[in-house]
């Protein structure tokens, strides 16, 4: 099977209601990065990090995936897809999709503040001070932090280089690791971006660039993806 990766970002979710960072009214106007969402932050103040999490991790629960995750989700009829997102919502998840690949972590998840791979599935609930981990640590959001390193850039980069069709959704493509993903496509694949703007960082030259929102650009995409896929 031809293999297709799509690398998102918070783009693709804002139509299901969860803000983007950087867009105007983004996350990061209401917060400081570097005050909710860093390890020197945790380090700093747990409650203030605790319920920055709380409050996105309800707001996802909340949240719906929309017609762009659920036509990514379609992909895997004909396609071996893997999707690898910078978001830490579980929408792709929830609208079919069966290969993602979380480079910032997941909401739903907690860890042991001491061992990174004591995961504990906590689905909507809140992380409380005081709440440990089996290793007695305490529990926080399983999520990648600035600071942090990120576990999966690797494997993520060698799907990408394995990739034949390239698709990026709703990302500014400005912080790295995750950025420098669309370095490692082969140079004659398709490679399309959905995107209202262009991340100015990239030259898109040989990119076809759908300049529309994700819950327009990506079903349009995918259908003509599969057409030519039937021949
Ligand atoms: N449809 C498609 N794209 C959209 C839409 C939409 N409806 N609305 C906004 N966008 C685009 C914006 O034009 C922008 O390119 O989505 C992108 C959002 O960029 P950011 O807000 O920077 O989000 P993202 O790229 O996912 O941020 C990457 O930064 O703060 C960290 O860890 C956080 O994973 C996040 C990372």
Same mark, same amino acid.
């Given at each position: 099977?031809?293999?297709?990766?799509?690398?998102?970002?918070?783009?693709?979710?804002?139509?299901?209601?969860?803000?983007?960072? %950087?867009?105007? @009214?983004?996350?990061?106007?209401?917060?400081?990065?570097? #005050?909710?969402?860093?390890?020197?932050?945790?380090?700093?103040?747990?409650?203030?990090?605790?319920?920055?999490?709380?409050?996105? %991790?309800?707001?996802?629960?909340?949240?719906?995936?929309?017609?762009?995750?659920?036509?990514?989700?379609? $992909?895997?009829? &004909?396609? #071996?897809?893997?999707?690898?997102?910078?978001?830490?919502?579980?929408?792709?998840?929830?609208?079919?999709?069966?290969?993602?690949?979380?480079?910032? @972590?997941?909401?739903?998840?907690?860890?042991?503040?001491?061992?990174?791979?004591?995961?504990?599935?906590?689905?909507?609930? !809140?992380?409380?001070?005081?709440? &440990?981990? !089996?290793?007695?640590?305490?529990?926080? !959001?399983?999520?990648?932090?600035?600071?942090?390193?990120?576990?999966?850039?690797?494997?993520?980069?060698?799907?990408?280089?394995?990739?034949?069709?390239?698709?990026?959704?709703?990302?500014?493509?400005?912080?790295?690791?995750?950025?420098?993903?669309?370095?490692?496509? &082969? !140079?004659?694949?398709?490679?399309?971006?959905?995107?209202?703007?262009?991340?100015? $960082?990239?030259?898109?030259?040989?990119?076809?660039?759908?300049?529309?929102?994700?819950?327009?650009?990506?079903?349009?995409?995918?259908?003509?993806?599969?057409?030519?896929?039937? @021949?």
């Amino acid at each position: 099977m031809i293999k297709v990766v799509v690398l998102t970002g918070a783009g693709i979710s804002a139509e299901s209601g969860l803000s983007t960072f %950087r867009d105007s @009214g983004g996350l990061w106007e209401g917060y400081n990065i570097e #005050d909710v969402a860093s390890i020197d932050a945790w380090y700093r103040n747990r409650e203030v990090v605790l319920d920055f999490y709380n409050k996105r %991790r309800e707001q996802a629960l909340k949240a719906k995936p929309n017609e762009a995750h659920y036509s990514i989700a379609k $992909l895997e009829e &004909k396609f #071996d897809v893997t999707v690898i997102t910078q978001n830490v919502d579980d929408l792709h998840e929830r609208s079919g999709s069966t290969e993602v690949m979380h480079l910032h @972590g997941i909401l739903r998840q907690a860890r042991s503040e001491k061992d990174e791979s004591l995961i504990i599935d906590i689905g909507g609930e !809140p992380i409380k001070l005081g709440d &440990k981990a !089996p290793d007695g640590a305490q529990l926080r !959001p399983n999520i990648v932090w600035f600071g942090e390193p990120v576990p999966m850039i690797e494997a993520a980069a060698q799907k990408v280089a394995e990739a034949e069709i390239f698709i990026v959704v709703g990302t500014s493509l400005v912080v790295y690791p995750a950025a420098g993903l669309v370095d490692f496509t &082969k !140079p004659e694949i398709s490679k399309y971006i959905v995107d209202p703007s262009t991340p100015e $960082l990239y030259s898109f030259n040989n990119w076809i660039h759908i300049k529309e929102k994700a819950v327009k650009g990506v079903p349009s995409l995918t259908k003509k993806i599969l057409e030519n896929q039937n @021949g």
